[in-house]
């Protein structure tokens, strides 16, 4: 690990007050988790049909038991814990610096790592909504159905919160992540390629003092960066020490 570039971050961190926090599948690999589009991720699995068809609106409606099957299988993951990277961002906005996180994660480990404000791009799996009457379930209960999950009120099918291909993304959430973002005084970005749009989009929103990238791999966006650091999210954050909260 480049020790002088994580010293770099601290005094980035150090000197803000608005951090806002963009991650991506990289955070929550560190728990266990697996990506999409790593070597070893799902994106690189043999399958008959490719996970991104399978996750698209289309193959839902079209084959929800097929769907559900993978989405117990691979989506949910209720044995993964908050890592060092989690811990450490709920950490930063207990002392009062990180404004938000915008996540493309959908696994529910910033929450459980302790912040509360996460907007969640793509969704969550913790919530999954009968289209009849509009009835919430955890992932939990997912896991106890067989088959096409169907509402204990009405009957109805249970979708999941998350944003398949072919969806939109929420406009209200949209709206406050391009809110948080506008007013960072400092950008971290960590665990994403850059390459999903539009939630890669938003960086063009950030008009703040400093934007570091943290990834294992390069980007598209390093030569915009003005620190970047190729190592995992988890192992840079431990490194970082919780200024004291501001009066």
């Given at each position: 690990?480049?020790?002088?570039?994580?010293?770099?971050?601290?005094?980035?961190i150090?000197?803000?007050?608005?951090?806002?926090?963009?991650?991506?599948?990289?955070?929550s690999?560190?728990?266990?988790?697996?990506?999409?589009?790593?070597q070893?991720?799902?994106y690189?699995?043999?399958?008959?049909?490719?996970?991104?068809?399978?996750?698209?609106?289309?193959?839902?409606d079209?084959?929800?038991?097929?769907?559900?099957?993978?989405?117990?299988n691979?989506m949910?993951?209720?044995?993964?814990?908050?890592n060092?990277?989690?811990?450490?961002?709920?950490?930063l906005?207990?002392?009062?610096?990180?404004l938000?996180?915008?996540?493309q994660n959908?696994?529910?480990?910033?929450?459980?790592a302790?912040?509360?404000?996460?907007l969640?791009?793509?969704g969550?799996?913790?919530?999954?909504?009968?289209?009849?009457?509009g009835?919430v379930?955890?992932?939990e209960?997912?896991?106890?159905?067989?088959?096409?999950?169907?509402?204990?009120?009405?009957?109805?099918?249970?979708?999941?919160d998350v944003v398949?291909?072919?969806?939109s993304?929420s406009?209200?959430?949209?709206?406050?992540?391009i809110?948080?973002?506008?007013?960072a005084d400092?950008?971290?970005?960590?665990?994403t390629?850059?390459?999903?749009?539009?939630?890669?989009?938003l960086?063009?929103?950030?008009?703040?003092?400093?934007?570091?990238?943290?990834?294992?791999?390069?980007?598209?966006?390093?030569k915009?960066?003005d620190l970047?650091?190729?190592?995992?999210?988890?192992?840079?954050?431990?490194?970082?020490?919780v200024?004291?909260?501001?009066?």
């Open positions: 690990m480049d020790m002088e570039k994580v010293q770099q971050l601290q005094q980035k150090n000197a803000a007050h608005r951090i806002v926090f963009f991650g991506g599948a990289g955070v690999t560190e728990s266990g988790i697996p990506d999409f589009r790593s070893d991720g799902l690189h699995q043999q399958y008959d049909v490719p996970p991104e068809t399978i996750l698209s609106r289309t193959y839902f079209r084959h929800p038991a097929e769907f559900y099957r993978f989405y117990r691979k949910i993951c209720l044995t993964a814990k908050p060092a990277a989690h811990k450490k961002l709920a950490e906005e207990q002392a009062g610096r990180l938000a996180i915008v996540t959908i696994d529910g480990l910033h929450q459980m302790g912040s509360r404000n996460v969640e791009l793509h969550s799996v913790h919530r999954n909504i009968c289209r009849s009457c009835a379930y955890d992932a209960w997912v896991m106890m159905t067989n088959g096409i999950p169907h509402c204990d009120k009405c009957g109805g099918m249970v979708k999941p398949l291909y072919e969806e993304l406009e209200d959430v949209l709206t406050r992540s809110s948080a973002i506008a007013s400092l950008l971290i970005v960590g665990g390629s850059l390459v999903v749009y539009p939630a890669a989009g960086l063009r929103y950030f008009q703040g003092d400093s934007l570091v990238l943290i990834n294992r791999d390069a980007t598209q966006m390093d915009m960066a970047c650091i190729r190592d995992a999210i988890g192992a840079v954050m431990e490194q970082i020490q200024p004291e909260k501001e009066a």
